[in-house]
């Protein structure tokens, strides 16, 4: 298959992902701060299955890195290789005030522990 085609199949691929709100709330998060999957349950009031699965398939995507931390797994952006993506990414709305409200303590102390 063309090259160019394969690149077209990936972008069309990708934007799918991109077409659900939920995945774009947790882009959006992530852009924010590296999080585990507790605290994107507990933000945007989803069950953990439901957001486990967003994740997946984002990381299937290529959009997410995971990071195993103990029992906890970490999830964050990548996409520094995909410019047409960040652009997208750093369209959505901050979503540092949800991350905030959390604990109701600054970004940078929001954690599972």
Known sequence: ??????????????????????????LGLLREKELCVCNIVDILQISQPSVSQHLRKMKAGGLVHERRQGKWTYYSLNVEDKPYIRQIVMEIPSQAWKLEALNGQPLSSVSCD
């Open 1 to 26: 298959m063309d090259t160019a085609i394969d690149n077209l199949d990936n972008m069309a691929e990708t934007f799918k992902l991109l077409g659900d709100r939920t995945r774009l709330a947790i």
